[in-house]
């Protein structure tokens, strides 16, 4: 063999060598998700993961299981942390019993409004809520929507505090909903998202609560035909990615990953306040009576027991909820 050709051979065996290499190093991320196809979170984050996976020149190649096809909400959130899963999309109710500054965003009636909600999450103190999240293993790279929470049940409209009493409402596995609705006079119940149709339909539950999107898509206005607009909670939610898997990351990444997220979450909400207005009109359509509380300063009114309790086994946090009750909402 001529010398040529000996530089030749040894050129195209490092190429191939480093074709198998740099396979062999891409990162395969799994995603989860608990919303169907064609939900606005859906929709962006699997946009997320195909830009994600085109920018970074596959040195990432990001994939989305959606249904929650991978496991609970809570199992999610442990496997994020452990790196078991790359990212998700959480909303941030459960995990408030892994970051506990996170439960602030639980307190009820703590936004005046959605906006004010994206002013808080996109500025100071939301990266100090992703900075609490990081030293549990999950880094918060942008904030979905997920509206405005509110009760929907089987038996009655709820216009006032006491049409709460005696009902058996779902809720998220977290304390500070279970005081809620308790200190509404309801009894609240933690249960898995996926049993709460049949639980409904089968009368174990009165009813439940959530945002409009999410009573449509998990067809709960087909057993519940009373959606009382309370509006108590106005929760944000993530677009998270494993500590883990952001460290194995270059800076370079790093920035093409969490600038994709933060695309992700304006196209998020754009869906959103879409899904919002045809999931109405759907359910309004199906027979659903949509209950106005002009004044809900009666509900407000019976939280301060819940702000009480909070603050006492929580006296550092007051002052964040100050600071966030506070914020004024953009524009």
Known sequence: MTLQSLLRTTALAS???????????????????????????????????????????????????????????????????????????????????????INVLSLPFLFTGVDQMHAVMDGEIGQRFSDDMSEEGIVALSWFDSGARSFY??????????????????????????????????????????????????????????????????????????????????????????????????EEDQEIVRQTAVEAAEEQRRLWAEREKESRAKVEEAGVEINEIADKAAFQDMMKPVYDGFFESNPDLQSLVEDIQSTLAEG
């Open 153 to 250: 049940d089987t038996q009655r409209p709820i216009q006032q505090p006491s049409d709460l009493e005696g009902l058996k409402i779902r809720v998220m596995n977290n304390q500070l909903y279970v005081d809620m609705v308790d200190q509404l006079g309801g009894n609240a119940t933690p249960m898995a998202y996926g049993e709460v149709y049949q639980s409904i339909k089968t009368g174990v539950l009165d009813g439940a609560e959530n945002n409009f999107p999410s009573f449509e898509s998990s067809n709960h206005y087909e057993v519940a035909k009373y959606y009382s607009l309370t509006e108590h909670l106005i929760l944000p939610e993530c677009v998270c990615i494993s500590k883990a898997s952001w460290d194995a990351l270059s």
């Open 15 to 101: 190429a191939v060598a480093l074709t198998f290499a740099s396979a062999a190093n891409a990162a395969d991320w799994r995603g989860w998700n608990i919303h169907p196809e064609g939900y606005p979170n859906t929709v962006a984050l699997e946009k997320f993961a195909a830009d994600v996976t085109e920018r970074t020149e596959g040195r990432v190649s990001a994939e989305v299981f959606s249904n929650a096809v991978l496991g609970d909400q809570p199992d999610a959130i442990d496997q994020v942390r452990n790196g078991a899963l790359d990212f998700a999309n959480f909303n941030l109710g459960p995990m408030g019993e892994f970051v506990p500054s």
